[in-house]
């Protein structure tokens, strides 16, 4: 089967993620699966630059390892470690978040050594995928939809400079629907999770052969667009505002590193629509920003510039905190 890794729990409590014996035909056909969309092989050296305990970061050492090739473990991320590993271990993979990326491009990174960069945890900043494509090659960057519990979707960078923004087509073996706004995707059996002594959580996230995170997304001729999930959808004067689409924006205002958008209580709007960010861009740049470029009930009522957004230890924004003003 597969090691139980637990959710992150930006949005609640984690919860332990697990299979059930699934027995000897299915756990190859689970490793076959993504061993045939890397096509790993001994020659690859993996970076690992996020924690084991995580699934991501755990997947990629392993599949690399089964497939004979090496992982290179730098510790705890830190930048510099990563730039000299680049020419110490010259790595032919690399999974990254976009925090990772954000840093790394602070530095004067050597020629890129990667056949393949694979990214997700997070949405992108368009300015740092395109830093991204440039530095690595667009031929070499592939980016995927997933969670812990599986996977949805792969996107190679080509396929994203066509879209920009689309996190790609489903998974080979996956369908994806749309219901309600919710994603849902059905997978192979091998795919099948259960939550840790949760089986009402359990129940709830699947449907026959189909499950769902909660995260809200679209589909435009196959490719999947996200919108957010469903607790961080904010709900401003009755209208639907998604984090998702006021981020988009922002991110491409000028001097804007990373931004977040959240929902606040308002006693006159039910929620009123705030966005942190990181950058040189002032507050004032930035709200001028979004009346330009977001229809009005979109735009941020509260705007604040920090050093550094939260993140936690799968580099993924602590929204739960930047809505309670809670300082990380």
């Given at each position: 089967g597969r090691p139980m890794h637990y959710t992150s729990g930006t949005t609640g409590r984690p919860k332990g993620v697990y299979t059930q014996g699934i027995g000897e035909a299915l756990t190859e056909a689970l490793w076959r699966d993504e061993l045939d969309q890397w096509e790993f092989t001994q020659a690859d050296v993996t970076l690992v630059h996020g924690p084991l305990c995580h699934a991501a970061p755990l997947r990629y050492a392993m599949l690399v390892l089964h497939a004979g090739g090496s992982a290179v473990l730098p510790g705890v991320f830190n930048a510099q470690a990563i730039a000299a590993a680049l020419v110490d271990h010259k790595p032919t993979h690399a999974f990254l978040v976009p925090s990772h990326l954000q840093r790394l491009f602070d530095l004067?990174?050597?020629?890129?050594?990667?056949?393949l960069v694979t990214h997700a945890g997070a949405a992108i900043p368009p300015q740092v995928k395109r830093r991204l494509h440039e530095w690595a090659g667009v031929d070499h960057v592939w980016e995927f939809y997933g969670s812990t519990e599986g996977q949805f979707t792969?996107?190679?960078?080509?396929?994203?400079?066509?879209?920009?923004g689309t996190v790609g087509r489903a998974r080979p073996g996956?369908?994806?629907?749309?219901r309600d706004g919710v994603i849902w995707c059905h997978t192979p059996e091998f795919a099948r999770f259960d939550y840790w002594n949760d089986p009402v959580k359990t129940a709830d996230a699947w449907d026959g052969d189909a499950f769902s995170v909660g995260d809200l997304g679209r589909l435009e001729d196959g490719y999947l667009y996200l919108e957010g999930r469903r607790e961080d959808l904010i709900i401003s004067g009755g209208v639907n505002v998604y984090p998702a689409e006021v981020e988009a924006v922002i991110s491409e205002c000028p001097g804007v590193l990373e931004v977040a958008a959240f929902g606040r209580d308002d006693e006159r709007w039910g929620q009123r629509v705030c966005v942190a960010y990181s950058g040189s861009a002032t507050p004032q740049t930035v709200g001028d920003w979004a009346k330009e470029n977001l229809a009005a009930y979109k735009r941020p009522k509260e705007i604040e510039r920090m050093d550094e957004l939260p993140h936690n230890a799968s580099g993924k924004v602590e929204r739960l905190l930047l809505a309670t003003g809670v300082k990380p």
């Open positions: 004067d990174l050597p020629v890129s050594p990667y056949r792969v996107c190679p960078g080509v396929d994203w400079e066509e879209r920009p996956r369908t994806l629907e749309i």
